[in-house]
């Protein structure tokens, strides 16, 4: 019983407030008479009911009998026509049947006391709701316009645009090309034929140029690919490397940590007992994709443990995240299970 008691003053809470945020912006209008003309009125209202709950609660105490009143509150000035949802008087009334029904007395005096607490809360919200959006905001709003953010003078100067050390190269290039053709090209523009050879020979010249520089740059660029490579241990290293001497170096490169390296010179050593083993030629161009097919097609119980290497390897060099010793131990594993899957019967020798 105490729960229901305290889930009826909770419902007669929230009902409470949903009513006087509505009637915190209600204004005089024409509303029946049973409506509440004003948020004063109608917390008054509130207050009167509470007040015979009350008394009804106390005159159960002394007489043993408490007696169920018969009260109604009127509907919130809300603006416009006349609003019944939400109701709090459809909620008083469903307080009050249950009261009427409890057969205990001492439980139906605390139901009134709860009951007109809420209605007391109700109207100390709705009057405080209704000082609260009778205050005036212009002096706010005029405290915020007055700051110093909002008085900023804006500058009558228009910017200067600074150029990069690139752009001002540029535009002295641009500069000298004018100097050095404008005067000859005006010249040439006398004589018909010569213009023309001007013209064609400088489109030439300008192919030529472009050409040169996509062409150094280029190499350029594959320079640095190619030295990126070698620094995280991506590119193959020479042929005649025996496997074996691969795996010491792969095991020794674990011990200090670096396992990127470690995984990478492990994944070569399996290429090496490929090739030597007569089962798929050594190829450095041959990216690690292309071996997984070779070997599933060449040696289909070794392509399970390579296919561990290959993608270690894949994730070592080139994935941009940190390679874990948990990396490392998974791809050991798996060229220790290469190793014997490679005696196992097997088809032609890929290319």
Same mark, same amino acid.
């Given at each position: ?9 909770? =419902? ?41 709950? %009350? ?23 809300? @603006?416009?026509?006349?609003? !019944? *949802? ?9 307080? +009050?049947?249950?009261? $009427?029904?409890?057969? *205990? ?23 405080? *709701?209704? #000082? ?12 915020? &316009? ?8 804006? *500058? ?12 001002? !190269? ?5 500069? &000298? ?29 300008? =192919?030529?140029? &472009? ?5 150094? &740059? ?6 640095? #690919? ?6 995280? =241990?991506? %590119? +193959? ?10 795996? #010491?170096?792969? $095991?020794?490169?674990?011990? #200090? ?87 196992? @019967?097997?088809? %032609?020798?890929?290319?």
């Amino acid at each position: 019983m105490t729960r229901a008691r305290g889930r009826c003053a909770a =419902a007669a809470v929230a009902c409470a407030l949903a009513v006087v945020l509505g009637a915190s912006v209600a204004r005089a209008g024409q509303t029946p008479a049973s409506v509440a003309s004003s948020p004063a009125t109608y917390a008054a209202a509130l207050n009167a009911a509470a007040a015979r709950l %009350e008394t009804a609660a106390r005159g159960g105490d002394a007489t043993h009998t408490v007696s169920v009143p018969d009260v109604h509150v009127p509907p919130a000035p809300l @603006p416009g026509p006349p609003r !019944f *949802s939400p109701s709090l008087d459809d909620w008083l009334q469903t307080g +009050l049947t249950a009261a $009427r029904e409890t057969k *205990s007395r001492k439980v139906r005096a605390q139901m009134l006391r709860d009951m007109a607490s809420s209605l007391r809360d109700a109207a100390i919200a709705s009057d405080t *709701s209704a #000082r609260a959006a009778d205050k005036a905001i212009g002096p706010t709003l005029a405290a915020i &316009l007055a700051q110093r953010a909002y008085h900023e003078a804006e *500058s009558s100067t228009e910017a200067q645009v600074k150029k990069t050390w690139w752009q001002l !190269f540029l535009e002295w290039l641009a500069g &000298l090309f004018d100097r050095l053709f404008g005067g000859l090209f005006s010249v040439a523009s006398n004589v018909p034929w010569v213009g023309q050879i001007i013209v064609w020979g400088t489109l030439v010249v300008l =192919a030529v140029v &472009l050409v040169f520089v996509a062409t150094r &740059l280029a190499r350029y660029l594959m320079a640095r #690919r190619r030295i990126a490579r070698d620094e995280d =241990a991506g %590119e +193959l290293l020479a042929q005649t490397t025996p496997a074996d001497e691969l795996v #010491r170096a792969a $095991r020794a490169a674990a011990t #200090r940590a670096d396992y990127a390296l470690a995984i990478s010179l492990l994944f070569r050593a399996a290429l090496r007992r490929l090739d030597a083993g007569g089962i798929v030629d050594y190829d450095a161009a041959r990216t690690a994709g292309e071996y997984r097919r070779a070997v599933r097609r060449a040696c289909a119980p070794a392509a399970s443990p390579f296919d561990v290497l290959a993608l270690a390897f894949t994730l070592a060099t080139y994935a941009q995240r940190p390679v874990a010793e948990g990396d490392w131990t998974a791809a050991g594993d798996a060229y220790e299970r290469f190793g014997p899957a490679l005696g196992a @019967p097997r088809r %032609e020798r890929a290319a």
